[in-house]
């Protein structure tokens, strides 16, 4: 369970500072495990780097309006960046700091394509050492696909305290995107084993019901019980990562989801793709277009958050 520290301050400093280039200081490295000729390896990256890497693996830059574009790679390069120093060494357990899949953020060697190569490097250059911060140091930039028309809070996902702009915002650009409905029949023995391959969603020898027991303020579910020989509550984030674990991470999309239980399937109907806390991309990417800064962008998401340039005394 990821455990977030709350706020223990907050500030009437302004959200949309406008970005100012700051000036150049001692580079930070990050040890990343990369896939290298399908085999995983250390490789020690400077964080400028890094977030070249991280930008076009992360966020669709393929708007024909170079101008939007130019937009989302900054907005995704303070983003990669924020994150990357908020979430240093949560690897160092395992002798790295980030990995570069979705458990962290994804990272892979940077863009060959020319166009795309030039549009991510004057976002990167452009938005050096930026950070979004609440005053304690950089935040923690979580963000994801698709909302569905709300991000939900922290808490509601992974428990826990949860900072004050991570407690979920409305999302009507999100929302009035198509395409954003997604469904995942399953054979109910199928669904059966997939639950006992963790002890905590186990049923013993036979599959019965899921139920939502409980839903967010954004109609997340946060609490499902699976019943059977044995009967497990369990958080919905949990659900569908065990779910995906077997079917890959496109399977079961987000928590955003009403279940039908039928005689041999167990039906999962929803909206959006994610986790759902912090900045919806789909909402960006539609803002973005609208006209809005990245500023604006992220003062949404997070609220009571502004861009500055980050500390070299932050604590790795």
């Not at 907050?10 to 930070?28: D, L, Y």
């Not at 995942?184 to 036979?206: A, F, K, M, P, W």
Request: charged share 20%; glycine share 10%.
């Amino acid at each position: 369970m990821l455990i977030i520290l709350a706020v223990t301050a907050c500030t009437s400093r302004c959200a949309t500072t406008p970005i100012k280039s700051p000036r150049p200081q001692t580079a930070t490295v990050l040890r990343v495990e990369v896939n290298v000729g399908g085999g995983q390896r250390i490789q020690t990256i400077p964080l400028e780097h890094y977030v070249r890497g991280s930008v076009p693996a992360e966020m669709p830059l393929g708007d024909s309006d170079i101008v939007v574009a130019g937009r989302l790679a900054q907005l995704q390069a303070i983003l990669a960046r924020t994150y990357a120093l908020a979430n240093r060494g949560r690897h160092r357990h395992e002798g790295f700091d980030l990995c570069s899949t979705t458990h962290c953020q994804v990272y892979r060697a940077p863009e060959k394509s020319p166009e795309v190569a030039n549009l991510v490097d004057n976002a990167v250059t452009r938005t050096s050492r930026l950070i979004i911060t609440d005053g304690n140091g950089p935040i923690q930039a979580f963000f994801h696909s698709n909302c569905g028309g709300h991000t939900s809070s922290a808490t509601d996902i992974w428990g826990g305290p949860a900072p004050r702009y991570l407690a979920g915002v409305p999302d009507d650009y999100c929302i009035e995107t198509p395409g954003n409905n997604w469904h995942l029949s399953l054979d109910r023995e199928h669904l059966h084993r997939i639950l006992n391959t963790e002890t905590d969603t186990e049923v013993g020898q036979r599959l019965d019901q899921v139920v939502v027991l409980r839903r967010g303020p954004a109609g997340r579910a946060i609490r499902i019980s699976v019943k059977g020989e044995k009967s497990q509550v369990i958080p919905g984030e949990r659900l569908r990562a065990v779910i995906n674990a077997q079917l890959g991470h496109r399977a079961f999309r987000s928590t955003l989801f009403a279940v039908d239980n039928k005689m041999g399937q167990i039906i999962f109907s929803g909206q959006g793709f994610g986790h759902g806390v912090g900045l919806c991309q789909v909402g960006s990417i539609a803002r973005a277009q609208k006209g809005a800064s990245v500023e604006d962008i992220l003062a949404h998401y997070y609220p009571g958050t502004w861009i500055e340039p980050y500390s070299t005394q932050i604590k790795h």
